[in-house]
C-alpha cells in the first residue's frame, strides 16, 4: 500500500473519532435497514447528524468498533456518548430520552 493511501486511511480514522465529540454521528451502510430505519427517525427529530459510511472501508469500521465496543451497523453517537444501534436509538425515543439528549448537545 503507498504511503499516500495509509496517510488518508489515518486521516479518516482520525476524522471519525474527532466528529464524534461534539455532534451526532452514525455509523451505517448504504442499504442496511436498521441504518435506514436510524435515518428516519433522526430526520424526525430534525436532528443534523453526520454519517460515516462504513460499508466499503475496513479501516473506518475498525474505527467504529473500537469507538463503540461493537461489530454491527449502525453505532449511533450521541455527543461523547455511546447510544448503540436503532432499537437503542428507537428505545430512548420511546422513554423520551432522546429528545433530552438532544437538547443538551445543543447547550
Known amino acids: 500500500m503507498g504511503a499516500r493511501k495509509r496517510q488518508a486511511g489515518k ?3 482520525q476524522q471519525a473519532t474527532q466528529l464524534v465529540d461534539d455532534k451526532v454521528v452514525m455509523f451505517g451502510t448504504l442499504f442496511c435497514p436498521y441504518c435506514m430505519r436510524a435515518r428516519k427517525l433522526l ?3 430534525n436532528v443534523d447528524y453526520i454519517e460515516i459510511r462504513v ?4 479501516k473506518l469500521r475498525k474505527e467504529m468498533e473500537r469507538l463503540s465496543g461493537r461489530d454491527s451497523v449502525p453505532q449511533i453517537f450521541i ?4 447510544i448503540g444501534g436503532y432499537d437503542d436509538l428507537a428505545a ?3 422513554k423520551g430520552e432522546l429528545d433530552q439528549l438532544l ?3 445543543q447547550e
Open 55 to 58: 460499508d466499503s472501508d475496513r
Open 79 to 82: 455527543g461523547k456518548m455511546h
Open 43 to 45: 430526520k424526525s427529530k
Open 92 to 94: 430512548l425515543n420511546r
Open 103 to 105: 437538547q443538551k448537545l
Open 11 to 13: 486521516a479518516r480514522k
